[in-house]
């Protein structure tokens, strides 16, 4: 059987290239407080290696992530944590994330492989290049869920889409397909379907061709100029979620998010 630290896989293919996988397909690729932890240590592991060049991220199945378990924060992993001390500790497990992926030095890639929910899409602005299948969704559900965007999403989706345009899909929660997302600069490039794996390891081995540490120190230059931003503005989007974890309207949400898994299982 497998257990959550089975549910992000670390695939060394080489020296040079780690691939994670969501390896979660059951629950559509959903972040368990696990799977962030095991996410952390990837990344901590991967800073340290002076091999690694390319850090590379997918999804198993037909989702590449359905964004964070709802439940998650709310499951008390101790008999002596009270509900208050869960939700800080979750909230201080993700911006022990996202810290981590605004400090990383290599190169990141994420390779998307299906629909893709909440912290499956605002993690990718943090990353250095990101490539969607031809049946790649796009979705941030933060306010039908009661919640508050995350992952510096506040700025980096308005940076990249445009005042107008940032706020629709930030706050209406409007899907956008895979040529939308490419028209407003989420993704890259549009891979087919059915060339998707051919074309991602074209990618990986183009970008491991280049001069290495060009690479990298041309990515720590720009990186630079935004990361004290960057954590400034994980601590203020991570402040107002701890309020909305405990506001009426993201418990009634969880709610009929758990009725509406039972009704499905029965």
């Known amino acids: 059987m497998s257990t959550e630290i089975d549910e992000i896989l670390l695939n060394k293919k080489c020296s040079k290239h780690w691939e994670i996988l969501l390896n979660r397909p059951s629950k559509l690729n959903s972040f ?108 941030l559900p933060f306010t039908r869920t009661g919640q508050s965007p995350e992952c510096c999403s506040s700025w980096t989706i308005i940076h990249q889409m445009g005042f107008v345009c940032g706020k629709e899909f930030l706050l209406f929660n409007r899907q956008l397909n895979s040529s939308e997302a490419l028209q407003r600069g989420l ?34 230059i720009i990186q630079k100029h935004f990361r004290k931003h960057f954590h400034q503005i994980n601590d203020d989007e991570l402040n107002l979620l701890r309020t909305r974890w405990t506001s009426e309207e993201f418990i009634q949400r969880i709610f009929q998010f758990s009725q509406r898994k039972i009704s499905s299982n029965l």
């Not at 101790?78 to 992926?101: C, G, H, M």
């Not at 190169?107 to 929910?117: A, E, Q, Y």
């Not at 794996?197 to 074209?202: K, L, P, S």
């Open 187 to 220: 993704i890259n490039r549009i891979l087919p379907d059915e060339q998707f794996d051919q074309i991602r390891e074209n990618i990986i081995e183009t970008i491991l061709s280049l001069p290495k540490q060009s690479l990298l120190s041309s990515k720590e």
């Open 32 to 139: 368990t407080l696990t799977m962030y932890q095991r996410f952390i240590e990837i990344l901590q592991e991967g800073k340290q290696d002076e091999n690694l060049i390319i850090l590379s991220v997918r999804g198993v199945g037909k989702y590449f992530s359905s964004g964070a378990d709802l439940t998650s924060p709310l499951k008390i992993s101790s008999t002596d944590r009270t509900i208050d001390e869960q939700l800080n500790f979750a909230a201080d497990l993700l911006k022990r994330f996202i810290d981590e992926l605004i400090e990383f030095p290599k190169i990141l890639l994420g390779f998307v492989n299906g629909p893709s929910i909440g912290i499956g899409v605002t993690m990718l602005l943090l990353f250095d290049g990101v490539y969607g299948s031809t049946s790649s969704t796009y979705e």
